[in-house]
Each structure stands twice: as C-alpha cells, then as structure tokens.
C-alpha cells in the first residue's frame, strides 16, 4: 500500500487489478469515471460519496 499526505486532507492509494472491481461495488461502491482520458484507474466513491481511484494494472 503506497501512502501520502496533502495538506489538505490524507489521502491513500491501493492498486487492485480489474477484478477488484466487483469486490467495489458489491462493498456499496459507486463508478463515478471510467473516462478513456485515464485508462490505468477508475474513479468510485465509497458510501457517504467521497472519491477514490481503483487502479488497474
């Protein structure tokens, strides 16, 4: 797990691959951006609506 701080809040990266996705949104994820712009990760938020990037490799 890979880990750095903002000023402006903490924020934590985890890399899944494509699978990790069901696990996502069987835990209440919500897809918020699967753009073409950026093909290695896509954009969820978790129950209460703040964003995170699951990471494919």
Same mark, same amino acid.
């Given at each position: 797990?890979?880990?750095?701080? #903002? &000023? =402006? %809040?903490?924020?934590? =990266?985890?890399?899944?691959? !494509? !699978?990790? &996705?069901?696990? #996502?949104?069987?835990?209440?994820? &919500?897809?918020? +951006? +699967? *753009?073409? !712009?950026?093909? *290695? $990760? %896509? ?6 609506? &703040?964003? $995170?990037?699951?990471?494919? !490799?």
């Amino acid at each position: 797990m890979t880990t750095w701080t #903002m &000023r =402006s %809040r903490p924020q934590h =990266s985890l890399h899944f691959g !494509e !699978e990790g &996705r069901i696990t #996502m949104i069987d835990a209440g994820g &919500r897809l918020l +951006d +699967d *753009s073409d !712009e950026h093909p *290695s $990760f %896509r954009v969820y938020a978790d129950l209460i609506g &703040r964003p $995170f990037c699951l990471v494919l !490799e």
